[in-house]
């Protein structure tokens, strides 16, 4: 057994904290505050392969592993959410199902823009009535000679605004239920297809998270992603991956937060000393990053059975119940040790707070995780 | 056209604490980097690379451990690299350093070498004009820019005191450059996947062509009399006057100092 990174890990770590330290943190708060999606950082990601981690180089990508995705989301998240979930949904949401489920000709079209950034991706499976429920979709695909004609709604979608290609579900067969949802990629621009109301939202507010408008769009059946009615197990294996990224996110946070606090306790005084000097500061601090790096353990071990291409989704829902539930609990003691200071907006922590709270609902929620973890566990 | 680049691993000195009792260095937990000037070097030369066509050789002379700023210039996207290593070169100063260097130089073949002003670590700038010396070639140093005709000529912006020089200069030559000269890239992810498996070729005394005799601590005349931490500065002073009066205090203190009559 090794807990070591690999040195191509290693030389990766270095490059991707030393971008997100110089070219992402300088903007998390501005992203935030102006609820700016920030287009420039991933134009800069885009250049140097970022959005492109998995992707193997014979379509155009970096040809890295899961464990390598994971620590560029994890290191872009502790200095700016937003973009972690930028590379996430892109890159787990819509790049990988067209890597696991599409034709030849459908990767060769897609991937090589997703992977250099060209284009980014987004996902839609979340509808007004189909959130946990995914079966209760309400979007339908009428076959109609060669083509589809889509009709329906999505909402939540990340990326949605600035995405080129979109991985969507829609009901081919309302009979039965989850066995009658089919899996289309769908581009940007295409006639009836169109971005509805963006989303006022609490924490990642850079991200773009919008609806998603279908009035009779017709779709060429080419663009049917996997096979007719097996839409269902492509949205879950797909949220299984994106879970990685999201318990990757969450890690970043946490670990974001607690790099704040260790900083600020040692230079904010009272009662004439550092407030590091105090023994709850102390041990807050240790409960912190105990619950942070066990977080990271679960994360990269999940990653790694997914490149070593065995089965990982209790590992998934494993990572992403704990990350998420520890982000929250750790950015709520760094606002508590940053005191009044941590409420306002002057200190990055009141933003990783509510940045934290997505991490528990989006792509499973934690009650979610919770049922697949016990359903493997009572088989 | 065919450029080489000198790089050197240093402790990141930004990262760098003085034990307050000896005074020396702690080095231990310090992060080991690519020289700044190094890398704006290395960038420079890739631009040329990307801009004209070139092929770019990176050499190092370290420890093993230095191993790991080859595979970053590979990762950049450098296209050889050789790493300088042989208990021969050990306890080297820059001019026995410089030796080892040019000895491996006079095995490759290049139109343009270049190296960093100078090393985070000593501050010396030396390296490179010895460089240019033992293999009798042009050098300017202190570049802040250089660009390249296509066949044989470069134009070079040189920063002196004063402002800048310009300068025509023909291949081969030496050049050192500034870490404001340029942003060096990030490594590329893709580049970063393959770096391992790339070959850095190995080199020790036996490959290169050198005489022994100027090389490691034989061939090193610095001897280092005397380290010690500079004392901290004493506090100013400081007045809350108006403008005229403050113009007439500096003026005073100045005279004091003699700095001015």
């Known amino acids: 057994m090794d807990f070591s990174l690999t040195k191509e890990q290693v030389l990766f770590q270095q490059m991707i904290k030393d971008f997100a330290e110089r070219e992402v943190k300088p903007l998390a708060a501005e992203v935030d505050e102006q609820e700016r999606f920030p287009i420039e950082t991933v134009e800069k990601m885009a250049k140097i392969g970022i959005m492109g981690i998995p992707i193997p ?157 279908f009035e009779n769009v017709v779709l060429p059946k080419e663009n049917m992603l996997g096979k007719l009615n097996k839409g269902f197990g492509i949205a879950m294996k797909t949220l299984d991956g994106g879970r990685i990224g999201i318990a990757a996110q969450a890690l970043g946070i946490a670990q974001g937060a607690i790099n704040e606090t260790v900083r600020y306790v040692k230079e904010r005084k009272q009662f004439g000393r550092p407030i590091s000097g105090f023994q709850n500061t102390q041990f807050q601090l240790a409960d912190m990053n105990t619950k942070t790096e066990a977080s990271r353990m679960l994360v990269r071990k999940a990653a790694n059975k997914k490149d070593q291409k065995v089965p990982y989704s209790v590992d998934a829902a494993m990572c992403k119940l704990y990350a998420a539930e520890t982000a929250m609990e750790v950015t709520n003691k760094a606002v508590q040790l940053h005191g009044g200071y941590g409420y306002t907006r002057e200190y990055p922590v009141e933003r990783m707070m509510r940045d934290a709270k997505i991490t528990e609902i989006y792509e499973g929620t934690s009650e979610v995780q919770r049922m697949v973890i016990s359903a493997n566990m009572l088989k | 056209m065919k450029i080489v680049v000198c790089i050197k691993q240093v402790p990141d000195t930004t990262e760098i604490k003085i034990d307050p009792k000896t005074g020396t260095l702690i080095r231990d937990g310090v992060p080991s980097i690519m020289n700044p000037d190094d890398k704006s070097g290395l960038e420079m030369a890739l631009q040329l690379k990307d801009e004209k066509g070139a092929h770019v050789t990176v050499i190092t002379m370290g420890p093993p451990q230095a191993d790991l700023i080859l595979r970053e210039a590979y990762a950049m996207g450098v296209d050889r690299a050789i790493h300088l290593t042989d208990r021969k070169f050990a306890g080297a100063d820059t001019l026995a350093t410089s030796h080892a260097l040019a000895g491996a130089l006079r095995k490759i073949d290049f139109d343009l070498l270049i190296t960093g002003r100078q090393a985070i670590d000593g501050d010396t700038a030396q390296v490179g004009p010895q460089i240019a010396e033992h293999l009798d070639l042009p050098q300017v140093s202190y570049l802040e820019d250089l660009k390249f005709d296509g066949e044989k000529t470069f134009t070079m912006k040189r920063h002196i005191e004063e402002g800048y020089q310009m300068l025509e200069v023909e291949a081969p030559c030496v050049v050192t450059v500034l870490s404001s000269a340029n942003n060096p890239r990030y490594m590329n992810v893709g580049g970063i996947v393959d770096a391992y498996q790339k070959e850095v070729e190995v080199w020790g005394f036996n490959e290169i062509e050198v005489d022994e005799k100027n090389l490691g601590l034989k061939g090193s005349p610095t001897s280092v009399h005397k380290a010690f931490a500079r004392g901290l500065k004493p506090a100013g002073e400081l007045y809350e006057v108006e403008t005229d009066e403050a113009v007439g205090i500096i003026i005073k203190k100045l005279k004091e100092k003699f700095i001015l009559n």
């Open chain 1, 57 to 213: 180089k014979q379509y155009g990508g970096a040809g890295g592993n899961n464990v390598m995705y994971s620590m560029a989301v994890e290191e872009l998240s502790a200095v700016c959410a937003t973009t972690g979930v930028i590379v996430s949904a892109h890159t787990s949401l819509c790049a990988a199902p067209i890597m696991e489920n599409g034709t030849e000709a459908q990767k060769q079209k897609y991937l090589p823009k997703l992977a250099s950034g060209e284009w980014i991706g987004a996902f839609g499976l979340t509808e007004p009535n189909a959130g946990t429920d995914a079966a209760g979709q309400q979007t339908t695909a009428v076959e109609e000679g060669d083509n589809y004609i889509i009709n329906g709604s999505k909402i939540f979608i990340t990326n949605a605004e600035y995405a080129h290609v979109y991985v969507i579900f829609a009901m081919t067969d309302k009979s039965k239920g989850t066995r009658g949802i089919t899996a289309f990629i769908i581009e940007k621009g295409t006639p009836g297809f169109s971005i509805g109301k963006k989303e006022k939202k609490m924490g990642i507010r850079g991200s773009a998270t919008c609806e998603l408008i």
